[in-house]
């Protein structure tokens, strides 16, 4: 395998240099959850522009009918049915589709259709006595499926993801680096920003942040535009290696 820790930096690597530009050393300013927060939406923008980490995982359907998202999990994109493994999973994979506002209680549901359900599609034909049609929501990291999902024994989920927890170990690819760095300080200096009262520290930190959004932004050799060229023209081997190391992250 090819990638390996070398091959990727750390929340502390990004911090080190992002707490500089934002002069926020000691967290005053932000906290470090705070930070890597805005650390974790730049891999997510850049995963929804690059598709870099796509996944699929199968999981358990537990009694109350509530699944635990994968960790770093977003942008959930399909979820099938099956009985078995995933290497043999019987005659019918079912579709589960997603209905706003569904959640499991364990002894009941709510759902769109208990209220205003004009923008539902679903709606009129959501039944848990209609064995055809499969729902779920996503409420507080869980995936709420319908009562009909009860006769199958896992889902095969599939989405696109950031490696798992953001946290000290590197998970964050070094062609990502310099634009996650951008898009942090952007938005470490636009909180700082907005809490300074001294006209003369305020104009210094919008020069800083001007200047950081013109390096992440430039159209074509932007770090940003840069980070997607570089993701995109990654080639299938590296993706592999890649899925593999950062799925090692988890255990």
């Given amino acids: 395998m090819n990638f390996s820790p070398h091959s990727y930096v750390s929340v502390n690597e990004i911090l080190a240099d992002v707490l500089k530009i934002t002069n926020d050393a000691g ?17 997510q923008e850049l995963s929804f522009d690059t598709f870099f980490d796509e996944r699929n ?4 359907i537990p009694n109350d009918l509530r699944v635990e998202l994968p960790k770093g999990a977003f942008n959930l994109k399909q979820i099938f049915l099956f009985n078995g493994t995933k290497c043999n999973v019987g005659k019918s994979t079912p579709n589960v589709y997603f209905k706003q506002n569904y959640w499991t209680g364990g002894t009941g549901y709510l759902a769109r259709d208990k209220w205003d359900n004009n923008d539902d ?56 680096r310099q634009a996650v760095k951008d898009y942090v300080s952007s938005s470490g200096l636009e909180a700082s920003i907005a809490q300074e009262l001294e006209p003369a520290k305020m104009n210094k930190l919008t020069y800083l942040k001007n200047a950081v959004d013109t390096r992440m932004n430039k159209e074509y050799d932007g770090s940003w535009a840069k980070a997607e060229q570089r993701a995109k023209h990654t080639d299938k081997k590296i993706r592999q290696d890649m899925t593999e190391y950062l799925a090692r992250m988890n255990y």
Avoid at 31 to 39: F, K, P, T
Avoid at 156 to 162: A, K, L, P, S, T
């Fill in 57 to 60: 995982e199968e999981l358990l």
């Fill in 121 to 176: 599609p679903f709606y009129r034909d959501r039944s848990s006595n209609d064995p055809k049609l499969h729902y779920f929501g996503i409420q507080n990291g869980l995936i709420m499926l319908s009562e009909s999902c009860r006769k199958y024994e896992k889902i095969m989920v599939f989405y696109n993801g950031i490696g798992g927890e953001i946290d000290n170990t590197p998970v964050i690819p070094q062609f990502f």
């Fill in 27 to 43: 967290f005053k300013i932000n906290s470090r959850g705070w930070y890597i927060s805005q650390i974790r939406q730049a891999l």
